[in-house]
């Protein structure tokens, strides 16, 4: 099943890791799409739970530390890993700590959106 993104955040960890990471998803069918960049916006982890929700919060908020908590799970190392070199792990650490800035896709320059949708795609 591949599904239709047509929602959009960009997320950017605190400077001394520089990696970013962007959700996708699609508030009529589920799927979730998180995508890790690297300090240079190359992606080094594409993560798609097909048959998930972008849960939202009472104000109807997407909850995108959550989906990230959800999707890197499995590719989370510990806290004795090299975080620089494993980029899912401190990706998830910063979402359960609640150290992701996030943009929504009106909100980002247009270079950084068109990196962030190239980086959504399959």
Avoid: Y
Wanted: charged share 25%; hydrophobic share 50%; net charge negative.
């Amino acid at each position: 099943m591949t599904t239709a993104f047509d929602q959009m955040a960009v997320g950017f960890t605190p400077n001394i890791f520089g990696f970013k990471v962007v959700a996708r998803w699609s508030k009529a069918r589920p799927g979730v799409r998180v995508v890790v960049l690297d300090q240079d916006d190359q992606a080094v982890s594409v993560v798609t739970l097909e048959h998930d929700w972008m849960r939202a919060d009472a104000m109807d908020e997407p909850l995108l530390c959550q989906s990230v908590l959800r999707a890197l799970a499995a590719s989370h190392k510990g806290l004795t890993g090299d975080w620089w070199r494993e980029p899912e792990t401190a990706v998830w650490e910063c979402a359960d700590h609640g150290d992701i800035v996030w943009f929504a896709a009106c909100d980002i320059a247009g270079a950084a959106r068109a990196m962030a949708e190239i980086a959504g795609e399959e």
